[in-house]
């Protein structure tokens, strides 16, 4: 499925998912924060089992799903349309909504930066795996290799989180995302296969701690 990336594309690529990159990503912790209060993460070991449930059965995995229908379909403004309406409609909370949809907007305006026709077709609100699914696509990044390094830009933010929360400390974080990189490969490769009727997940905790973190009093971050 995949020839490699050019230099440019890599670049490129590189930049949109660095943490530097102006999206604000660091504010979000996708419950992660609600889920530290409860004590359901707690610890290194907690912190990593709860990032392999959300890659294989959460929200995670829906938005590989949904980034790969974007990039299939960046040229179709109808179907972009379509896609994003689902991804907005599949957010758990309120939270959750605000956050895609947040990031999504914040990464067209970034990645604008790199012009290409690809941005008209995209609806004003987009949520974050369409926006960055269909502009890969269209700056000619292959579909296992884009989903891969979006999957691991998400797991390393949740990972800053857990640091951030003192769930775990550097070391212990560094050594999380290595030890699931096989995971977040086997996910990419499965999600660039699927389609939209692999959609679902079985994450409720997960949902449960993002809808708790709405009403939580001292919290750190947005989500």
């Given at each position: 499925?995949?020839?490699?990336?050019?230099?440019?594309?890599?670049?490129?690529?590189?930049?949109?998912?660095?943490p530097?990159?102006?999206?604000?990503?660091?504010?979000?912790?996708?419950?992660?924060?609600?889920?530290?209060?409860?004590?359901?993460?707690?610890?290194?070991?907690?912190?990593?089992?709860?990032?392999?449930?959300?890659?294989?059965?959460?929200?995670?995995?829906?938005?590989?799903?949904?980034?790969?229908?974007?990039?299939?379909?960046?040229?179709?403004?109808?179907?972009?349309?379509?896609?994003?309406?689902?991804?907005?409609?599949?957010?758990?909370?309120?939270?959750?909504?605000?956050?895609?949809?947040?990031?999504?907007?914040?990464?067209?305006?970034?990645?604008?930066?790199?012009?290409?026709?690809?941005?008209?077709?995209?609806?004003?609100?987009?949520?974050?795996?369409?926006?960055?699914?269909?502009?890969?696509?269209?700056?000619?990044?292959?579909?296992?290799?884009a989903?891969?390094?979006?999957?691991?830009?998400?797991?390393?933010?949740?990972?800053?989180?857990?640091?951030?929360?003192?769930?775990c400390?550097?070391?212990?974080?560094?050594?999380?995302?290595?030890d699931?990189?096989?995971?977040i490969?086997?996910?990419?490769?499965?999600?660039?296969?699927?389609?939209?009727?692999?959609?679902?997940g079985?994450?409720?905790?997960?949902?449960?701690?993002?809808?708790?973190?709405?009403?939580?009093?001292?919290?750190?971050?947005?989500?």
């Amino acid at each position: 499925m995949s020839q490699g990336l050019d230099t440019p594309a890599l670049l490129r690529l590189m930049a949109w998912l660095s943490p530097a990159f102006p999206i604000g990503g660091f504010a979000w912790s996708g419950g992660l924060e609600r889920a530290a209060f409860d004590g359901l993460v707690k610890d290194a070991g907690s912190l990593a089992g709860w990032l392999s449930t959300l890659l294989q059965h959460g929200a995670l995995w829906n938005d590989a799903v949904l980034f790969a229908e974007a990039w299939r379909q960046f040229e179709d403004e109808a179907s972009l349309k379509e896609i994003a309406a689902l991804a907005l409609a599949l957010a758990g909370s309120a939270e959750r909504f605000t956050e895609t949809l947040s990031l999504g907007k914040a990464f067209v305006v970034a990645a604008s930066a790199w012009p290409h026709p690809a941005f008209d077709r995209l609806p004003k609100d987009v949520p974050f795996p369409v926006a960055v699914g269909s502009v890969a696509a269209a700056h000619g990044v292959p579909l296992d290799q884009a989903l891969a390094a979006y999957l691991h830009a998400m797991v390393s933010q949740s990972v800053s989180a857990g640091i951030r929360l003192g769930v775990c400390g550097q070391t212990e974080g560094v050594k999380i995302l290595a030890d699931l990189e096989g995971l977040i490969e086997e996910v990419a490769k499965n999600a660039a296969r699927a389609t939209t009727d692999d959609l679902g997940g079985a994450t409720v905790q997960a949902e449960i701690a993002s809808l708790q973190h709405e009403t939580q009093n001292t919290r750190l971050f947005r989500s």
